[in-house]
């Protein structure tokens, strides 16, 4: 793993420093272990999915939390003594508690989380301010100008 040195653009850009602490984060905690496997996909230009696997998860065993632009997807299984009373021959399906935390952009937010088929689908949306979507400016002119020239009234 490199470790990546941000103090040049501290001394030269103002500004940005949350978004050097985002990416030494990101270089940090790199979720080495991949569990569980999840997929991150655009649906429309301000439309985004994640999917993560969660097979063997009830709904209540999960918790979706947005605070500060921070998404944090956490799956704690609950104790289940039918578990304890069952011998197992091979035991491939994971069922440990996890937390998957993704950061979200300024202004992205989430608008619904369904789980079907062991899959646990989340959209979200860019919804931009009004006073930060573009918007056209009507240009005018004086009226008696033509060419820059103002016309001279006819006399009747």
């Known amino acids: 793993m490199r470790a990546y040195d941000f103090s040049p653009l ?6 940005f420093d949350r978004l050097a602490t985002m990416l030494e984060t990101a270089a940090r905690t790199g979720e080495a272990d991949g569990w569980p496997p999840y997929n991150i996909e655009t649906t429309g230009e301000n439309a985004y999915r994640i999917e993560i696997a ?6 209540d065993e999960l918790n979706l939390e947005v ?6 997807v956490t799956g704690r299984k609950t104790a289940n003594d039918d578990t304890n009373a069952r011998s197992f021959l091979h035991r491939g399906l994971a ?4 937390e998957r ?10 608008t619904r989380a369904d789980l079907v088929n062991g899959l646990l689908s ?3 949306n860019r919804e ?7 918007r056209r400016i009507e240009i005018g002119t004086p009226a008696g100008l033509i060419e820059g020239r103002k016309t001279k009234a006819k006399a009747a």
Do not use: C, H, M, W
């Not at 969660?54 to 709904?59: H, I, Q, R, T, Y």
């Not at 935390?101 to 989430?110: E, G, H, S, W």
């Open 95 to 98: 069922e440990r508690d996890f």
């Open 101 to 110: 935390r993704f950061q979200l952009a300024d202004y992205v937010v989430v």
């Open 128 to 134: 931009l301010p009004e006073a930060l979507k573009p």
């Open 10 to 15: 501290y001394r030269s850009a103002v500004g």
């Open 122 to 124: 989340i959209e979200l």
């Open 54 to 59: 969660v097979a063997g998860f009830k709904p």
């Open 67 to 72: 605070k500060e632009n921070l998404l944090t």
